[in-house]
């Protein structure tokens, strides 16, 4: 759910994260939460973050991806810079009406998670 304080219609969709490797970005990542994949009753009550828009640009999607550490010296990430161009996996995309935002403009970020769902909502600043 992206929110931008009108009634704008928001498609979630899922993306390879290797196809937005070449996508401008308008910010930097922003790490949401820490997640112990080892618990299955996993619980995030709704987090507040903000994020802050590093260049001009047309705000159109959201692409939410994962990075889990496997050992020491192990990552497994699907951020777009990082994967393969054989990479299948896919993350969750979330389309918005076109919003035009500029350097320096912030968006607030609430997450959380139950019962292995996630929700987000961003809210422009």
């Given at each position: 759910?992206?929110?931008?304080?009108?009634?704008?219609?928001?498609?979630?969709?899922?993306?390879?994260?290797?196809?937005?490797?070449?996508?401008?970005?308008l910010s930097d990542?922003?790490?949401?939460?820490?997640?112990?994949?080892?618990?299955?009753?996993n619980k995030v009550?709704?987090?507040?973050?903000?994020?802050?828009?590093?260049?001009?640009?047309?705000?159109?999607a959201l692409l939410?991806?994962?990075?889990?550490?496997?050992?020491?010296?192990?990552?497994?990430?699907?951020?777009?810079?990082?994967?393969?161009?054989?990479?299948?996996?896919?993350?969750?995309?979330?389309?918005?009406?076109?919003?035009?935002?500029?350097?320096?403009?912030?968006?607030?970020?609430?997450?959380?998670?139950?019962?292995?769902?996630?929700?987000?909502?961003?809210?422009?600043?």
């Open positions: 759910f992206l929110d931008f304080n009108d009634d704008r219609e928001v498609h979630k969709l899922s993306q390879k994260s290797a196809a937005a490797k070449n996508w401008k970005t990542p922003m790490a949401l939460t820490h997640i112990d994949l080892k618990n299955k009753n009550d709704t987090i507040e973050k903000t994020l802050t828009i590093t260049k001009d640009g047309t705000l159109n939410l991806y994962f990075e889990t550490t496997l050992s020491a010296n192990n990552v497994l990430s699907l951020h777009p810079a990082q994967v393969a161009a054989s990479n299948h996996w896919s993350c969750p995309l979330f389309l918005v009406e076109d919003k035009v935002v500029n350097k320096g403009d912030a968006m607030q970020v609430q997450y959380s998670l139950k019962n292995l769902k996630s929700n987000i909502e961003i809210h422009a600043l």
